[in-house]
C-alpha cells in the first residue's frame, strides 16, 4: 500500500459503543494529524503529533482519545460518541510539522446512532 | 481574525468556462495560501499554493491570484473540464502558528 491509509471506511457505533479509527502512513513522513470533516464546514484539526508526542490539541472533547505508537501510525480512539460527532475523519500526515504539504488518507465516515 | 471565508459554496459551470472560486482572510501574519481539490470518496490533496510575495502563480490550468491590500485570493480554473469536478478548499497558515486554517469548501460542477 502507498500513501495514507485509513481504515475502516465507514463505521456506524451507538452512542455507549467503544471502537478505534486506525491511520497508517507509508511516507515516511514525521507529523500525523486527525481532522473532522462536517458538510458545508472548515475541516477542523482535532489532534497533530509529531515524532510520536502530540503538539496540538484543539479543544477536542475527551470522548476522542488519540493514539500514536509510532510516526507510521495513528489511532484514533472513540466512546461515549453523541449523534452530532458523524462525519468523516480524515487522518493526514506531512515531512515534519510545519508549512509543509499534507497528505492526506480517504477518510472514515462515522454515523453515530 | 483566525477565519477564512470562501465563496462561492457551491458553483455550476460549462465545459471551457472559468470557474473562479475566493477566500478573504482578515490575519495579516498568514503568508501561505494553499487550495486543495477533494474528490468523492477521497481526501483532500495539494492542487496549487502562493507566498504573499507573489500576486499570481499558474500551474497548468489552475492560477492563483493574490491581493494582499484586500487580503484575499482566488483560485481560477482556465479551460475547465468534467473532470474538475470536485469540492475545492482554499487554506492560510502563518509562522508563529503552522496549524492550516480551513475555508468551508466550494462544490464545483462542470458541465460536459
Known amino acids: 500500500e502507498t500513501g495514507v491509509t485509513q481504515t475502516p471506511r465507514h463505521l456506524v457505533m451507538g452512542m455507549t459503543n467503544k471502537k478505534s479509527l486506525k491511520c497508517e502512513q507509508h511516507?515516511?513522513?514525521?507529523?500525523m494529524y486527525w481532522y473532522k470533516q462536517s458538510a458545508k464546514k472548515p475541516l477542523e484539526l482535532m489532534f497533530v503529533?509529531?515524532?510520536?508526542?502530540?503538539?496540538e490539541n484543539n479543544s477536542v472533547p475527551s470522548r476522542f482519545s488519540p493514539e500514536c505508537p509510532n510516526s507510521s501510525h495513528l489511532f484514533l480512539h472513540l466512546h461515549t460518541l453523541q449523534p452530532e460527532d458523524s462525519a468523516l475523519y480524515l487522518c493526514?500526515?506531512?515531512?515534519?510539522?510545519?508549512?509543509?504539504?499534507?497528505?492526506f488518507g480517504p477518510g472514515t465516515r462515522l454515523t453515530v446512532l | 481574525q483566525q477565519q477564512v471565508k470562501q465563496s462561492p459554496q457551491s458553483l455550476i459551470v460549462q465545459k471551457g468556462g472559468i470557474p473562479i472560486i475566493n477566500c478573504a482572510y482578515e490575519?495579516?501574519?498568514?503568508?501561505?495560501f494553499p487550495w486543495y481539490q477533494q474528490f468523492p470518496g477521497k481526501g483532500p490533496a495539494l492542487l496549487i499554493a502562493?507566498?504573499?510575495d507573489v500576486s499570481e502563480k499558474k500551474e497548468g490550468r489552475f492560477t492563483i491570484s493574490f491581493n494582499k491590500s484586500a487580503k484575499q485570493f482566488s483560485l481560477h480554473i482556465m479551460d475547465s473540464q468534467p473532470g474538475d469536478s470536485a469540492t475545492y478548499f482554499c487554506?492560510?497558515?502563518?509562522?508563529?502558528?503552522?496549524?492550516?486554517?480551513w475555508g468551508a469548501g466550494t462544490k464545483l460542477i462542470i458541465k460536459p
Open positions: 502562493i507566498r504573499p
Open positions: 493526514a500526515s506531512s515531512p515534519q510539522q510545519g508549512r509543509n504539504e499534507q497528505f
Open positions: 487554506a492560510a497558515s502563518g509562522r508563529s502558528n503552522y496549524q492550516l486554517i
Open positions: 503529533y509529531s515524532l510520536e508526542e502530540r503538539v
Open positions: 511516507l515516511g513522513h514525521n507529523a
Open positions: 490575519n495579516t501574519a498568514f503568508d501561505y
